[in-house]
């Protein structure tokens, strides 16, 4: 095998799509090439930065709320729509009569107004984003080293707030990667922890008990006075408390004593330092 | 066909909540093929109705999000990408070679203050470098890189050969790093212009 035919096993060996038999190929051709090995570094290091580029692309919240408007105008029979000059979507609203926009706006307002706490409410997207962020279905960047992980954290909120690690190793997780989110304009630092147990997510942003959901149930610590808040939804659970302005969810598919138990243990009752 | 399995959504409401969950991915994936933003919010929104109108033709139990991104894929070839998306089997590997198509038109330098831009000053060299190779490479990396997709997935999405993927993927690689040089740790020197 030459460097140039090495080039493309480089590639699928780094997104783990090789056969035994290619895998083989290219990892002896590796050995002895070190050009291919610095390809192969390089290659690396682009997919983890193009992966972190990603997750700082996420659609506006005026977005969502034209398109929940606008899906409501859409007939519910038939299939996809025929070939169109260009969108068209809002010039054909907008050949509509006004007094017809309106009526649907109307219509439509309780479907949108069902719709927001789900885009505003950060537990709730907690509980939601879990199983994708362990899918690697959302943008979320591999980094196994504690360390480098929060401070690529820390520096995608310019330093305003670190992400809450905690050492799980007793639980046989340890932290494996993480990514940023927004919600409603407020980042959140997320940090995946896998290995034997039931992989957990550690969400953290900057909120006010204003952020607890409705239906949290509340547990007072009494030796560290700390209030946590625990909430589930579809298998998932959550537990949130507060350290300073700083708030910490913890999400998992762990039953929920060994989740509140787990963050009564770790929690602190001073925000941690920046 | 897809890998992954998700909740089976049930009528109408049901799909409709799965698709928001969905909106970043779409977003990311038309902001980094339109030419601006108001661009990139007409093609999620097409595609959003555009799904809804065909929600029963999807089949509970497969992967949605792929489902959503072809759509998406194929509304944007349709009005945008005046030429074929895989123009010959053969890949363009000469050097600054910026494509005739859709992407010759887009502006190279960043669009403009984007706020949920995060790691503000690694987004925006990546999105630079992107827009400045031409689509037949730069989708393979949007569909892998950014969303997750298998080879196979990706073949699905853009309607082409698997091994077109993977062979577009390699040299769309090698071309952004090209455009990143000195900023992506580098290796022996020729090794990336080969």
Same mark, same amino acid.
């Given at each position: 095998?030459?460097?140039?035919?090495?080039?493309?096993?480089?590639?699928?060996?780094?997104?783990?799509?090789?056969?035994?038999?290619?895998?083989?190929?290219?990892?002896?051709?590796?050995?002895?090439?070190?050009?291919?090995?610095?390809?192969?570094?390089?290659?690396?290091?682009?997919?983890? /930065?193009?992966?972190?580029?990603?997750?700082? &692309? #996420?659609?506006?919240?005026?977005?969502?709320?034209?398109?929940?408007?606008?899906?409501?105008?859409?007939?519910?029979?038939?299939?996809?729509?025929?070939?169109?000059?260009?969108?068209?979507?809002?010039?054909?609203? +907008?050949?509509?009569?006004?007094?017809?926009?309106?009526?649907?706006?109307?219509?439509?307002?309780?479907?949108?107004?069902?719709?927001?706490?789900?885009?505003?409410?950060?537990?709730?997207?907690?509980?939601?984003?879990?199983? !994708?962020?362990?899918?690697?279905?959302?943008?979320?960047?591999?980094?196994?080293?504690?360390?480098?992980?929060?401070?690529?954290?820390?520096?995608?909120? /310019?330093?305003?707030?670190?992400?809450?690690?905690?050492?799980?190793?007793?639980?046989?997780?340890?932290?494996?990667?993480?990514?940023?989110?927004?919600?409603?304009?407020?980042?959140?630092?997320?940090?995946?922890?896998?290995?034997? +147990?039931?992989?957990?997510?550690?969400?953290?942003?900057?909120?006010? /008990?204003?952020?607890?959901?409705?239906?949290?149930?509340?547990? #007072? @610590?009494?030796? !560290?006075?700390?209030?946590?808040?625990?909430?589930?939804?579809?298998?998932?659970?959550?537990?949130?408390?507060?350290?300073?302005?700083?708030?910490?969810?913890?999400?998992?598919?762990?039953?929920?004593?060994?989740?509140?138990?787990?963050?009564?243990?770790?929690?602190?009752?001073?925000?941690?330092?920046? | 066909?897809?890998?992954?399995?998700?909740?089976?959504?049930?009528?109408?409401?049901?799909?409709?909540?799965?698709?928001?969950?969905?909106?970043?991915?779409?977003?990311?994936?038309?902001?980094?093929?339109?030419?601006?933003?108001?661009?990139?919010?007409?093609? &999620?929104?097409?595609?959003?109705?555009?799904?809804?109108?065909?929600?029963?033709?999807?089949?509970?139990? #497969?992967?949605?999000?792929?489902?959503? #991104?072809?759509?998406?894929?194929?509304?944007?070839?349709?009005?945008?990408?005046?030429?074929?998306?895989?123009?010959?089997?053969?890949?363009?590997?000469?050097?600054?070679?910026?494509?005739?198509?859709?992407?010759?038109?887009?502006?190279?330098?960043?669009?403009?203050?984007?706020?949920?831009?995060?790691? !503000?000053?690694?987004?925006?060299?990546?999105?630079?470098?992107?827009?400045?190779?031409?689509?037949?490479?730069?989708?393979?990396?949007?569909? &892998?890189?950014?969303? @997750?997709?298998?080879?196979?997935?990706?073949? /699905?999405?853009?309607?082409?050969?698997?091994?077109?993927?993977?062979?577009?993927?390699?040299?769309?690689?090698?071309?952004?790093?090209?455009?990143?040089?000195?900023?992506?740790?580098?290796?022996?020197?020729?090794?990336?212009?080969?």
């Amino acid at each position: 095998m030459n460097c140039e035919e090495a080039q493309e096993l480089i590639t699928a060996l780094i997104d783990d799509e090789l056969s035994e038999r290619e895998s083989a190929s290219i990892k002896s051709h590796l050995e002895q090439c070190v050009r291919c090995q610095a390809m192969h570094q390089q290659e690396r290091a682009l997919k983890a /930065e193009v992966r972190m580029a990603a997750a700082s &692309v #996420t659609a506006p919240a005026d977005l969502r709320k034209k398109i929940l408007l606008g899906l409501g105008s859409v007939p519910e029979q038939g299939g996809i729509p025929k070939e169109r000059e260009g969108p068209g979507w809002l010039s054909q609203l +907008a050949l509509r009569p006004v007094f017809v926009f309106a009526l649907l706006l109307l219509l439509l307002l309780p479907a949108v107004y069902l719709m927001r706490p789900k885009e505003l409410s950060i537990p709730l997207f907690a509980l939601e984003s879990h199983q !994708k962020i362990v899918e690697r279905s959302l943008a979320y960047v591999a980094e196994e080293n504690e360390e480098k992980l929060k401070a690529e954290l820390l520096r995608s909120v /310019e330093g305003r707030f670190a992400p809450m690690g905690y050492d799980l190793s007793m639980m046989g997780l340890r932290p494996v990667g993480g990514t940023v989110q927004e919600i409603s304009g407020r980042k959140i630092l997320v940090t995946l922890y896998e290995g034997t +147990a039931p992989s957990l997510t550690c969400y953290t942003f900057l909120g006010t /008990e204003g952020d607890v959901p409705k239906e949290a149930a509340l547990f #007072t @610590d009494p030796e !560290k006075r700390i209030d946590f808040y625990t909430f589930s939804r579809g298998g998932v659970n959550g537990v949130m408390h507060r350290e300073g302005k700083v708030i910490c969810i913890l999400v998992s598919k762990l039953p929920m004593p060994e989740l509140l138990a787990l963050a009564r243990s770790k929690a602190q009752p001073t925000p941690p330092p920046l | 066909m897809v890998r992954e399995g998700r909740a089976q959504p049930e009528g109408r409401e049901a799909f409709l909540q799965e698709l928001m969950t969905y909106m970043d991915h779409l977003y990311r994936m038309a902001f980094h093929l339109a030419k601006e933003r108001d661009e990139a919010q007409d093609i &999620v929104q097409e595609t959003c109705v555009r799904a809804l109108a065909a929600y029963e033709q999807f089949t509970p139990g #497969t992967n949605m999000k792929a489902w959503l #991104t072809k759509i998406l894929y194929n509304f944007f070839f349709d009005h945008f990408h005046q030429k074929k998306r895989w123009i010959s089997v053969e890949d363009r590997t000469g050097e600054g070679d910026e494509g005739s198509d859709y992407w010759d038109r887009v502006p190279a330098q960043n669009p403009g203050p984007e706020s949920h831009i995060l790691l !503000k000053e690694r987004s925006a060299k990546i999105t630079d470098a992107l827009r400045k190779i031409p689509g037949e490479f730069r989708a393979p990396i949007l569909l &892998v890189d950014m969303g @997750d997709f298998s080879y196979a997935e990706a073949a /699905e999405i853009l309607s082409c050969p698997v091994g077109t993927v993977r062979s577009r993927l390699s040299r769309g690689r090698r071309l952004l790093a090209n455009h990143l040089k000195g900023y992506i740790g580098a290796p022996e020197k020729g090794a990336a212009e080969k």
